[in-house]
């Protein structure tokens, strides 16, 4: 219980803590400090950033030496949107000057954690931000949308497992317009026909567990080992 007790306390902060500063809508000053100390390190040729939400903030928590041996950088805020990681795109993602970029988001679209949610704006947003990285030489991989049946925080959004579909099937569209590698996370972590997220991987049905981190770090891999060949 007390675990329990603590892991909600965890997600709640990354939900609304850390999402929610008044002084900084996109809160930009998140990673400033991570960045600037980044930028004062040799350069890494084989940098990866992963942008996303708390699902990417909570796996380098879980997972902090997946991170560490793969060259992996975490640029994951609890409780954003698509709009506010393309506002912090430049200075998380471009200026550490990567050589690829893991884009996931969309969770917190559907959410409606800034409103309600529209397919096309966060299809545009990840378009936006994809380009934004090839323009600069940075190789984009495109990632699905975990499975999820329903929020906490918003039980009134209907029809998630959906909308999730939906997106999923127009991202992995992106993926093939622009030649760019997509990573499948939903597939192997869906909960057959309830369209949620295998029990056996999450405890709150959004987020993985360590198990379920396990699962998107074999998809991941396996993508970025093609890219180095």
Known sequence: MKRILIITMMLWNLLFGRAANPQSWANMT???????????????????????????ELWYEIHPQFFEANHLVGRGIGGQVSSQMLVRFRQDVINLNPRI????????????????YEEDITVDNIRSMTELALQHGINVVLTS??????????????DVQGKILSINTRIMALAQQYSLPYVDY????????????????????????????????RQLLNTLE????
């Open 186 to 217: 939903y597939t192997p972590m869906v909960a057959g026909e309830s369209r949620a997220l295998n029990p056996a991987f999450t405890q709150d049905g959004v987020h993985p567990n360590a198990a379920g981190y396990d699962v998107m770090q």
């Open 30 to 56: 998140c990673y400033e400090q991570a960045n600037r100390e980044l930028a004062a390190l040799p350069a890494d040729p084989q940098r990866v950033v992963l942008m996303g939400n708390s699902i990417t």
């Open 101 to 116: 970029v893991v884009i996931n988001c969309g969770t917190n679209d559907i959410a409606e954690n800034n409103g309600p």
């Open 145 to 158: 949308v975990l499975p999820c049946d329903g929020f906490v925080w918003n039980p009134s959004v209907q």
């Open 226 to 229: 093609h890219i180095n060949q």
